[in-house]
C-alpha cells in the first residue's frame, strides 16, 4: 500500500539538565498506509507521543523528515485531527460550543457549526448537554465532546494520544467500540497511541513495537482478527490471547533492555 503517513529516519533531542541533550528518537523510519488503524506500543519513555507530535508539526526533528502523501510536513496541517489524553475542553464555553469551536476558528457560518455539533454530539451520545459546561460533564462525556470536536472538520487522518487512560473501564470500552464503528464508516486513517497492549489488539490492523528509548521501530505484528470488530467479540478469543502473549514476549524484552536488565 502506498503510504499515507512518513517517518524517514527521524531523529529528535530534548534538552537535559545534564547538559548532555536527550534522544527521544533515534533514526525512526516507519510508515501508514492511508485506511489503515495503526497502534503505536513501547515502554514507557520511549517517545510515542514524541512521534506523534512530529507527524502533527508541534515538533520539528534534529534530522530526518516526516510526510503527508509524499509532501514535506512543515507546521500544523488541517485535514490532521489530534486526540490528545488531556482534557482540552474550554471551561467558559458551553459544550456545544467546544464542539462547534474547530469549525469557528476555519469560519464556518455561526448557524451551519452549531446545527452539525448539535448533530455529532447526538451521535456520540451527548444529546441534552449541548448548553451544559465541561464541569458539569463526566470523564467519558468530555472525552467524547473532545472526539466530535475534531470530527467536525472532516479530518483525514487522526492522532490519537492515550486518549481513554484515564477512564474507568467500562466507559473505555464503550469509546473503543465507538473508535472502532468510527473507522468503519468513514474509512479515515487512524494512528492510535497506548499503554495497553489489550486496547492496542483490539483496535487495530497493524501494532508496532518501539523500542525502549531511543525510540525507533523494531518489529510490527498484522492483527488479522476479524471485522467488524467489537470489543467483547474478540478479546477472549484464543487468537487474540495468542497475539496479546506474542507482543508482550517482545515487549517485556524492550522493558527489560530500557532498565539495563
Given at each position: 500500500m502506498t503510504p499515507l503517513l512518513e517517518w524517514n529516519n527521524v531523529t529528535v533531542d530534548f534538552p537535559f539538565t545534564a547538559g548532555k541533550p536527550l534522544r527521544a528518537l533515534d533514526e525512526m523510519s516507519f510508515s501508514v498506509a492511508q485506511g489503515e488503524l495503526v497502534a503505536l506500543v513501547g515502554p514507557s519513555g520511549c517517545g510515542k507521543t514524541t512521534a506523534l507530535n512530529v507527524l502533527a508539526g508541534q515538533l520539528t526533528p534534529r534530522s530526518g523528515e516526516v510526510r503527508l502523501a509524499g509532501t514535506p510536513i512543515e507546521g500544523a496541517l488541517p485535514c490532521v485531527g489530534y486526540i490528545s489524553q488531556k482534557d482540552t475542553l474550554l471551561p467558559w464555553r458551553s459544550v456545544l460550543d467546544n464542539v462547534a469551536l474547530a469549525m469557528e476558528l476555519r469560519g464556518v457560518p455561526k448557524r451551519q457549526r452549531r446545527e452539525k455539533a448539535a448533530a455529532l454530539m447526538a451521535q456520540m451520545g451527548l444529546r441534552g448537554f449541548e448548553h451544559s459546561w465541561p464541569r458539569e460533564l463526566s470523564g467519558g462525556m468530555k472525552k467524547r465532546a473532545a472526539i466530535a470536536r475534531v470530527l467536525a472538520?472532516?479530518?483525514?487522518?487522526?492522532?490519537?494520544?492515550?486518549?481513554?487512560?484515564?477512564?474507568?473501564?467500562?466507559?473505555?470500552?464503550?469509546?473503543?467500540?465507538?473508535?472502532?464503528?468510527?473507522?468503519?464508516?468513514?474509512?479515515?486513517?487512524?494512528?492510535?497511541?497506548?499503554?495497553?497492549?489489550?486496547?492496542?489488539?483490539?483496535?487495530?490492523?497493524?501494532?508496532?513495537?518501539?523500542?525502549?528509548?531511543?525510540?525507533?521501530?523494531?518489529?510490527?505484528?498484522?492483527?488479522?482478527?476479524?471485522?467488524?470488530?467489537?470489543?467483547?467479540?474478540?478479546?477472549?478469543?484464543?487468537?487474540?490471547?495468542?497475539?496479546?502473549?506474542?507482543?508482550?514476549?517482545?515487549?517485556e524484552r524492550e522493558l527489560k533492555r530500557g532498565e539495563g536488565v
Open positions: 472538520v472532516e479530518p483525514a487522518v487522526l492522532l490519537m494520544d492515550e486518549p481513554f487512560a484515564p477512564l474507568d473501564a467500562l466507559t473505555r470500552q464503550k469509546l473503543q467500540d465507538d473508535i472502532l464503528a468510527l473507522w468503519e464508516q468513514t474509512g479515515c486513517t487512524i494512528l492510535y497511541v497506548t499503554h495497553d497492549l489489550t486496547e492496542a489488539i483490539t483496535l487495530a490492523g497493524r501494532v508496532a513495537l518501539m523500542s525502549a528509548r531511543p525510540g525507533r521501530i523494531v518489529r510490527e505484528y498484522p492483527i488479522d482478527l476479524p471485522r467488524p470488530r467489537r470489543v467483547m467479540d474478540v478479546k477472549f478469543s484464543p487468537h487474540f490471547v495468542e497475539l496479546e502473549e506474542t507482543i508482550w514476549r517482545d515487549l
